[in-house]
């Protein structure tokens, strides 16, 4: 007689590959904004006097952020894929990935806030950045815990 399997975990492993689906979109148009404040911009708009320097150091790094978010959109697709297929090599997998990705999205959040204290960007431009962050963190979370129960471990060989 072959084992009954919880639907959570293939139903998990889809909602993974939407949100690497959502996150190459992401990741893609942050690659395509890499070049919205050129080098020779001014910094310091001289009629209102607002200072962009923030802008700048977050759009100087969209290229690189556009890129992680597309690797890890892949690796997590491909984490999500085999996740369906009961793979344990998977399930440690988008464990390992998840703890790396809350660790930079952390290290983001804490770089907006700085920035926010600063001056150096508006405060309504942060909060989507700030609510996005949260919602990837609770997510990644949410999928390290849910992973890691005994009775789900039980089914991946």
Request: proline fraction near 2%; aromatic fraction near 16%.
């Amino acid at each position: 007689m072959e084992e009954v399997k919880p639907k959570s975990i293939k139903t998990v492993g889809i909602i993974i590959i939407g949100l690497s689906i959502f996150s190459n979109g992401l990741g893609s148009l942050a690659l395509s904004s890499g070049g919205f404040f050129e080098q020779n911009s001014p910094l310091t708009d001289p009629r209102t006097g607002l200072d962009y320097s923030g802008y700048y150091l977050f759009f100087n790094y969209m290229l690189k952020f556009g890129l992680a978010m597309v690797l890890f959109g892949l690796l997590f697709l491909v984490g999500g894929i085999f996740l369906t297929k009961y793979k344990n090599w998977a399930r440690v997998s988008l464990i390992a990935l998840s703890s790396i990705f809350i660790l930079g999205q952390i290290l983001i959040l804490i770089i907006v806030i700085k920035l926010v204290f600063n001056k150096s960007i508006y405060f309504l431009f942060s909060i989507g950045i700030i609510v996005a962050i949260v919602f990837f963190i609770a997510i990644s979370i949410s999928l390290v815990i849910f992973l890691n129960k005994k009775q789900i471990k039980g089914h991946f060989v």
